[in-house]
């Protein structure tokens, strides 16, 4: 090294940048693979995308990147834990380590697995056959094995799979706390069900003119903060979120004519994790401190602005006149009171992407317990559909009579995503315990919601969350905004109180 | 070399081929930033654009791809010039050849030269003040020079420019048949514009609902046979076609509520660009056997379908029905002989870009000439707007009363493009040569468009022309479809045809 290069720290941010520059390349590919491509260029989309993500797992498992970590590991790192500097390095070398443990014939061989396990699930799924699937899944269930046996774990190999998604999560702190969840949910909606007559969203499903769908839903993003000077809002067949630079953050949704939530709230959901993005300091792209903190984090941001705001009475109290000026033939006729029930009703289903804010957390607990039973080898994946069954039997009390409603129905086991499930019950979570937070700081909080005043939320989110980065973790960053470790109740205390009215429990 | 490596024609294949890739996502970035990317991303987008850029200069400059090219030309050249081997070889070693000799210094000044100067131009342009402009040309003009110099030429530094965008192809062959060309069309524009009075196009300038004429568009391209299931039609500002992959090939265009030819013409130029990307031989994309073969063949291919098919009269007959029918209000009572006599106005103008058939080339003409002498320095950057006056009255009559509709019109020089108009005029010679020979083989051409049957043209395109890739040069092709050398009367027979019967001459 000569005095005239620069330092090792500037060195190595120079280089992530550069890396963030090819990642941020394959989210353009990937989005325009799943909005716009034409049919027939699958294929070569494939090739493109296989070629980015080898020249991307190469920069980040480059030795000299290990070298310099090392060095500013040895060196520079900040007494200040939550600096920039030592924020880039202490997560610069967590993922660095975790991808350097991985032997690189494994991680193509999970590639391989995962691109015919998608292909096999999807042909089990049409012929409604899990045996089709069987195979495949065995061998994906060993590889995950493998693969946290590489990156090494403390406790249990679920904790490294946990990791991927929820950094610096555990296994036991999210089972205990998931667990108690259970509890309270089978508890809440018993008394829910034990309720006749249920509330009827049969408002919802009328018909709804698409035009009219995307006008509304592209005015409630914009109302709600999402920036379309830097982003966009496109037509898809699985909604989803993606950045493609630091002002280029592009939220997609699909319409259903004859069910006015799936856009709705799918457009709540994506433009909360967007304005997330959005949110963070642009200065900082690709590197840690700009960067989002964990999957639970992410989903604590849509979820919080589809179902804290977008499911409220001061949310509908503002933007229920304008739907029903734009639906005035099916809405006319209904209540405020009346579709805030409706988008409010809980009831127990066999689908997680269909259930209700109360339901809901009882599908991921299922797969996040069943997939623990997988990786710890006390359940054979040929035994998965049963232990599925008896599962929603048991928390649902419904049991489905297929595979395709049952153990078939999410695609992320094919693609190797174990470990992944449990993020969405954390978002959850964080979501409740962050906005009872903000209901205190910010006092007349629904009175704004119901004039359309948006901003002072906003706000909040992007000053206690999204401008850190992954300064925090995202345990340290509930108890920092919320002065207490992530706690269930607060969820179930959100979920009774709207209940309780809406059922009159 | 062990012998279990791969032979090195098929190492440079698999390099090229990896080039491609990279190439072919540098086109899926500037795709969307043309057509969708959000107004604020424009700026890391030119990061994202570089950083590819450079990443594909650095592997067509790789000494490992010059020792390659040595050793196969030295070994392997075929004794047939035109097989796929031989066409690998040839054109890489072209191509590799011209890069190699640039110095990278002069590359990055050149690059660096051209985004300022499309800024500077766009601001002498909304000031109409070429001053603001000048000091960025004539830096770019040296550049230009010291470019032709570092590639070398036998004649002329222009032969060096020009290769660029037509390969092989030499100025003094260029300037012979485009200086016949000027002489025949001044004449025939003369005597057009002797006539009087003019065929009015005002029925054209009507009202044009602008999704009905998206409709139209995406209509007439399918049914000429642009593949929308390897293709799509997209809005933007400056229409262009790119291809993204084998199977993706990307056109756009413009509308103009009050002007029909706009997107209409638009559509059918940009259609034709992208069926010749279509009809490439897939198995060879990103190496030359499946890659375009000029600039000039590839603007043949746009201008055959705009013009020889798009503003016949045997393409109205089938089209014009359906044209009345989505614009009743404004085409209900035009006949189709005055819409035929409408879209084949020929009338001298100013800008090139709204030039018709007769009076385009001459508007080419006059910046071959122009560029010529700058390279040449037989002209000052600083007399360019007064010789292009000049040569505007002498040619077409006219002369521009300010520098926004004279020499700012066009973006090329402000990128560094000098050579590259000549393919313009090229392309309209090489499209009447080629549809003359079509005429000949399909005695019933005119009859089949009439019905609406476009197969059979498309496939005489694609088998005498698409399939061949880079194996023929251009003028080697125009050769071998057409029995004889380029030459300018089929053009000026052509056009004199259609004019004679319009215009009564």
Redesign the interface.
């Given at each position: 090294m000569s005095d005239t290069d620069p330092p090792v720290f500037d060195r190595l941010c120079a280089f992530l940048r550069?890396t963030a520059?090819?990642e941020?390349?394959l989210s353009?590919?990937g989005w325009?693979e799943r909005t716009?491509?034409?049919?027939?260029?699958a294929?070569?989309?494939g090739?493109?995308m296989t070629?980015?993500a080898g020249l991307i797992h190469s920069r980040r498992t480059d030795p000299q990147l290990g070298e310099w970590l090392d060095e500013l590991t040895d060196s520079t790192l900040d007494a200040e834990p939550h600096s920039l500097t030592s924020t880039v390095i202490r997560e610069s070398k967590r993922q660095f380590d975790r991808q350097q443990k991985l032997p690189s014939s494994l991680v193509k061989e999970i590639t391989r697995t995962a691109v015919q396990g998608q292909h096999d699930w999807q042909r089990a799924r049409e012929q409604n056959d899990f045996s089709i699937f069987l195979p495949n899944l065995e061998h994906m269930v060993r590889l995950k094995c493998q693969e946290a046996d590489a990156v090494g774990f403390t406790e249990c190999r679920y904790d490294a799979l946990l990791d991927e998604y929820e950094p610096w999560a555990t296994t036991a702190e999210t089972a205990a706390i998931l667990g108690k969840l259970r509890e309270d949910l089978v508890s809440l909606l018993g008394e829910i069900t034990s309720r006749s007559p249920l509330i009827a969203d049969e408002c919802l499903k009328r018909s709804f003119d698409i035009e009219k769908q995307k006008k509304f839903g592209n005015e409630v993003a914009a109302a709600i903060g999402f920036d379309?000077?830097?982003?966009?809002l496109d037509t898809t067949i699985h909604p989803f979120c993606t950045e493609?630079?630091?002002?280029?953050t592009r939220i997609t949704t699909r319409y259903d004519e004859h069910f006015l939530p799936t856009a709705l709230f799918g457009i709540l959901h994506e433009a909360g994790h967007g304005i997330y993005e959005q949110g963070l300091q642009k200065e900082w792209?690709g590197l840690p401190p700009g960067q989002t903190i964990s999957l639970g984090i992410h989903e604590s941001q849509s979820r919080i602005w589809e179902n804290q705001i977008g499911r409220s009475r001061a949310f509908w109290k503002y933007f229920y006149p304008r739907a029903q000026q734009l639906f005035a033939s099916s809405l006319a006729e209904v209540s405020l009171d009346d579709f805030y029930a409706a988008v409010n009703t809980a009831t127990p289903s066999l689908i997680r992407v269909e259930a209700d804010e109360v339901t809901y957390n009882l599908h991921i607990l299922i797969r996040f317990e069943l997939e623990q039973l997988l990786v710890d080898q006390q359940l054979r994946v040929a035994d998965l559909p049963d232990a599925w069954n008896e599962k929603y039997e048991s928390y649902l009390g419904m049991r489905p009579q297929n595979p395709a409603e049952g153990v078939l129905q999410d695609i992320h086991w094919s693609g190797g995503a174990i470990g992944y499930f449990p993020t969405y019950a954390l978002g959850n979570l964080y979501s409740a315990q962050f906005f009872a937070q903000c209901k205190k700081d910010i006092p007349d909080l629904d009175k704004r919601i119901a004039n359309g005043d948006f901003a002072p939320f906003r706000t909040w989110l992007q000053e206690n969350i999204h401008q850190w980065g992954q300064r925090y973790s995202a345990g340290e960053l509930v108890e920092r905004v919320t002065g207490e470790p992530l706690a269930h109740h607060f969820l179930i205390d959100y979920l009774r109180g709207k209940m309780s009215e809406i059922y009159n429990l």
């Open positions: 550069e520059i090819l941020s390349t353009m590919l325009d716009g491509m034409p049919p027939e260029a294929g070569y989309r090739e493109q070629y980015l379309f000077q830097r982003g966009r493609i630079g630091p002002d280029d792209y």
